[in-house]
């Protein structure tokens, strides 16, 4: 392969509004944190890692709305996703129950062959926790996923989640491509060693 060419996964992240979506992508990507409006379309935000102090990756984090006006048209960036987070605020037990219906609703919408990396995100965990552990074990048990547990404000797990989560699509793609898996041919290559953030319109997405 060419030294110029990296390989780029995609990484979507779901959730109702107001859970921190942005929060921890700004704080993986800048490095901040602030207090950030909704997201009213969709963002991308990219960033550079290195697997295994030699292999250079980049993410594509795609920040979507949790708007429920704008969920049609963000369904259309779920197909190529590569790896998704189920997010959910931890203070606030009614976006835990929204999380199954994100599920569905991404699982009925992604295009990718075979299983991808799923995690459930819980944000804010520096504040009350008013969503119980043994909910969030019973959901794990039920649907084979792993748990994060996350506070974007005071820089609590946030490199570990997509630093495992890039090894995790780097490998796997390695793997498969020793293999000679022709689905390995669905991952973008970009050219590109700059951290990059764009805004896109729901209307508009870009594939």
């Given at each position: 392969m060419d030294?110029?060419?990296?390989k780029t996964f995609s990484i979507i992240t779901l959730g109702e509004c107001g859970v921190g979506k942005t929060?921890?992508?700004?704080?993986?990507?800048?490095?901040?944190f602030e207090d950030y409006e909704s997201t009213t379309g969709v963002n991308y935000s990219y960033k550079e890692m290195l697997i295994n102090k030699k292999d250079k990756i980049i993410l594509r984090l795609v920040d979507t709305t949790g708007q429920e006006?704008?969920?049609?048209?963000?369904?259309?960036y779920f197909k190529n996703a590569d790896a998704v987070l189920f997010v959910f605020s931890l203070d606030n037990k009614d976006t835990f129950y929204t999380i199954t219906d994100w599920m569905e609703l991404f699982n009925n919408n992604n295009n990718r062959e075979g299983s991808i990396p799923k995690y459930l995100v819980g944000t804010k965990n520096d504040l009350k926790i008013n969503?119980?552990?043994?909910?969030?074990?019973?959901?794990v048990q039920k649907y084979n996923i792993p748990f994060k547990s996350t506070s974007?404000?005071?820089?609590?797990?946030?490199?570990?989640?997509?630093?495992?989560?890039?090894k995790k699509l780097y490998l796997d793609y390695i793997s498969n491509l020793?293999?000679?898996d022709?689905?390995?041919?669905?991952?973008?290559?970009?050219?590109t060693e700059k951290k990059i953030s764009k805004k896109h319109n729901c209307c508009s997405p870009e594939l």
């Open positions: 030294k110029e060419e990296i929060a921890i992508i700004k704080r993986f990507v800048d490095g901040k006006k704008f969920r049609a048209l963000t369904k259309s969503v119980e552990q043994k909910l969030i074990d019973k959901f974007a404000k005071k820089n609590k797990c946030i490199d570990e989640l997509f630093e495992e989560i890039g020793k293999k000679g022709r689905r390995q041919s669905q991952f973008k290559i970009q050219s």
